[in-house]
């Protein structure tokens, strides 16, 4: 770093170390801590500087990197660095709503069209089996993976705070319940014969993912298209692509762009978002 930078150094100092207090690895630290250096480095070219960081700063930087011509991986890679620095900070709102160059939408991606959304959710109440109708819309409705599902306690939803708390490799995430979902719970709650297993079968066990994917091959659908299409419907309602990542647990900024564009929202809470873009389906049967 440039010689009147050394005020940002101890700041990156307690960064790296962070990072070790969260079993981050060695690669991991010293890429993070060689992103910062160059941002910082670009910030004081600017007459700014890492320790006052801002959002516009932050805005700035991506775009110059883009007009560099920097590779996407290459982009992204430092926009996970600046992420997690400010989660470091306690600022995590400063990387939300960044506007990054889209890429091409990936035609793989199979998601429910709104009709077949409707049918799928008229038909599984029309069954009228209150675990498996709690199951398609907490999938559908927090875009959770399978195994997800399966490991899911009774304590992972607080209906209180109307949230759903899900756990994946020593890693935590919040995800707001939409009305729907949680009334959907409640019901299947409330006859549920479990004390710690969130969903069960039959003999009263933990359910497996196999049982589930049974289950839904009866309509036609899987867990991995159910969980495409919460990413989909978040992304074709605007909603911030760092808003949709952090929702579905995304690593990889580079998986949630497949979706589409990158766009801005209007959405002050995520339980605004969830509410907002699955709405339209209480006219649903």
């Known amino acids: 770093m440039k010689r009147n930078s050394t005020e940002a150094i101890p ?3 307690d960064f790296c170390h962070w990072l070790q207090e969260q079993k981050k690895s060695p690669n991991t630290i010293s890429t993070y801590k060689r992103e910062l250096e160059k941002f910082q480095e670009w910030l ?6 890492i320790t006052r960081l801002i959002k516009d700063d932050i805005q700035s930087y991506v775009t110059f990197l883009e007009q560099q011509g920097k590779s996407s991986t290459t982009i992204d890679k430092t926009i996970g660095a600046i992420r997690t620095f400010t989660k470091f900070l306690e600022k995590p709102d400063l990387v939300l709503g960044l ?10 991606i199979d998601a429910l069209s709104f ?9 599984v109440k029309t069954d009228g089996n209150l675990r498996n109708i709690a199951m398609v819309y907490v999938l559908l409705h927090t875009g959770i993976r399978v195994s997800e599902l399966c490991r899911l306690d009774r304590s992972n939803v607080d209906f209180r705070k109307n949230q759903l708390i899900v756990h994946r490799n020593e890693e935590e995430r919040i995800i707001p319940l939409s009305s729907e979902t949680r009334a959907h719970l409640e019901n299947y709650l409330q006859r549920s014969a479990s004390n710690e297993a969130l969903f069960i079968n039959k003999s009263g066990d933990r359910i497996t993912e196999r049982s589930v994917q049974y289950m839904l091959e009866k309509y036609n659908v899987n867990p991995n298209k159910l969980r495409h299409t919460f990413c989909q419907r978040l992304v074709d309602s605007d909603v911030d692509l760092e808003i949709v990542s952090k929702l579905a647990g995304h690593k990889d900024l580079n998986v949630t762009k497949k979706y589409a564009k990158l766009n801005t929202n209007n959405f002050n809470t995520l339980e605004d978002v969830i509410n907002k873009c699955f709405l339209d389906e209480k006219s649903i049967g």
Do not use: C, G, H
């Not at 889209?102 to 035609?107: D, G, I, L, T």
């Open 115 to 123: 009709d077949e959304y409707s049918a799928l959710l008229t038909e």
């Open 11 to 13: 700041l990156i100092l």
């Open 99 to 108: 506007k990054v160059k889209p890429v091409e939408k990936n035609e793989d």
């Open 44 to 49: 004081q070219e600017k007459n700014s500087d």
